[in-house]
């Protein structure tokens, strides 16, 4: 008794050791540090997205579909089973129920038929289950490049809440220490008019701070929804540096063609339209005859004999028989007045769908011009931006030089200060619009084909593309 008590107090404690052992490694999961890469990133989403899971029970319940419209020779069960009392004497049925003289009868039948013709109905509900099929996974591979650029622009978008942090960052500490280096001077070399304005800067620089801060936040919990990673899980990101995508677009028209060729929204178009041409030929089919074999057996017995039975009107006794058949049946409804309608419109919303599918087809070129177009655009935006801060770096540079040396102005040293800053958000801005419109842009073409067509070039000549040693020059 006693080994035997020792034996589970043993065993509890081990079950409290491995308990303990799984939270403590569960906490220190989520306190470690996930390093991750924008692969990476996408690579997670591909696997835990809510989304995308969902859209796989989607396959699933259109291929279950597709399993009830295969119905051809498969065997359909039917059985029925009553029990209940019935009077004693036929003929005195009401009043032998009310006084009692009652047996108790047990009746089961069980029946089997194979479908075998349908007018061609059963071929076609099959064609439109497989429609259906196809169709889930269309949605799906469209979830997932949805999945992909919202994916990459909150990457993007932490990136360059990062760079415009840094930015605030270093400009409120210049300031700072302008203001301090002014308060020691025994002679200020500002107006109290410039010194307030100067304070009024920082506090408005110290506002967008804040708001990036917090924008930074909301990113991150973005990313990690589409991640599917655990809120308090902690990640950060492996770039650190905000930096235009490399990448040689292709011609206009090789992108219109690949996604006309690929693109999920075109092949939904051409499914939804057999799908109206299958729902149409239903229609006429219904009107046609369906056929099939059937076999049944039936059994009723009861618990006392009935008497006065009349077996006139039935082959056998209605309470105690055994009976069984094998046949063929033939059914069919015709009726003209209502098949004609359905049929006129069913064949309206085939052409109606024809004519939608031209015009849609039209609206999705149309979107990939213009995604193509805006990517263009905000490849010259990123050279456009990179020139101006140049430039202004140039005016700091020279304005700082002619105070120095005693022929400048302080106000123009600020303003090209303030010049610098503003030119440098702006960079980073027309960056995150340049990867975010390319990344749009392998929305639209899939991102194979956007690979094909827009290769890495071997050698980066791009005047968009920072060094590290212009990265340095623009920090300090």
């Not at 270093?170 to 304070?199: F, H």
């Not at 935006?381 to 430039?391: I, P």
Request: hydrophobic share 40%; proline share 3%; glycine share 6%.
């Amino acid at each position: 008794m006693r080994s035997r008590r020792v034996f589970l107090s043993a065993m509890v404690l081990l079950l409290c050791l491995v308990w303990g052992g799984l939270s403590f490694a569960q906490s220190v999961d989520l306190s470690s540090e996930m390093v991750l890469t924008i692969d990476d990133c996408i690579k997670l989403a591909l696997e835990n997205n809510e989304k995308l899971k969902g859209m796989g029970y989607g396959i699933e319940a259109a291929r279950g579909q597709l399993i009830e419209a295969n119905a051809a020779l498969w065997p359909i069960f039917e059985y029925e089973y009553r029990m209940g009392p019935v009077p004693t004497d036929a003929k005195r049925a009401f009043d032998a129920f009310f006084e009692g003289e009652l047996a108790l009868l047990n009746r089961i039948k069980v029946a089997v038929g194979f479908p075998v013709f349908a007018s061609g109905q059963i071929i076609t509900a099959k064609r439109m289950a497989r429609n259906g099929v196809a169709a889930s996974q269309e949605m799906e591979i469209k979830e997932q490049e949805s999945v992909i650029f919202q994916t990459k622009q909150a990457y993007f978008g932490i990136l360059l809440a990062k760079e415009l942090h840094k930015l605030l960052t270093d400009a409120i500490g210049k300031i700072t220490n302008e203001l301090k280096k002014e308060e020691t001077e025994d002679v200020p070399q500002r107006s109290p008019l410039d010194l307030l304005k100067l304070k009024e800067f920082r506090v408005d620089l110290e506002r967008r701070r804040a708001e990036v801060e917090q924008n930074t936040d909301l990113a991150m919990e973005g990313l990690k929804i589409q991640l599917g990673i655990d809120p308090l899980k902690k990640i950060r990101l492996s770039d650190d540096l905000l930096k235009p995508i490399i990448a040689n677009l292709s011609s206009l028209e090789n992108y219109v063609t690949a996604s006309m060729e690929h693109r999920p929204d075109r092949h939904l178009l051409d499914i939804g339209v057999d799908i109206k041409k299958m729902q149409y030929r239903l229609e006429k089919q219904k009107l046609g005859p369906q056929a099939g074999f059937a076999f049944f057996i039936e059994l009723g017995r009861t618990t006392e004999t009935i008497q006065n039975l009349a077996f006139q009107d039935d082959y056998n006794d209605p309470f105690n028989f055994t009976r069984a058949g094998l046949g063929l049946q033939i059914s069919g409804k015709l009726d003209f007045h209502g098949a004609s309608g359905r049929i006129k419109k069913a064949k309206a919303e085939y052409f109606k769908s024809v004519y939608d599918r031209m015009i849609a087809s039209r609206g999705l070129q149309l979107e990939v011009r213009k995604s193509y177009l805006n990517a263009k655009r905000q490849q010259e935006n990123v050279r456009r931006a990179r020139k101006a801060e140049s430039m202004a770096r140039q005016m700091m540079f020279l304005s700082k030089t002619n105070y120095e040396i005693g022929i400048g102005d302080e106000k123009d040293y600020t303003d090209s200060l303030q010049l610098v800053l503003l030119t440098r958000g702006q960079y980073f801005q027309a960056v995150f619009d340049y990867n975010v419109a390319l990344a749009d842009l392998e929305q639209k073409v899939g991102r194979v084909n956007y690979q094909q067509l827009t290769p890495r070039p071997d050698v980066e000549e791009y005047e968009m593309f920072d060094t590290g040693e212009e990265e340095d020059m623009a920090r300090q």
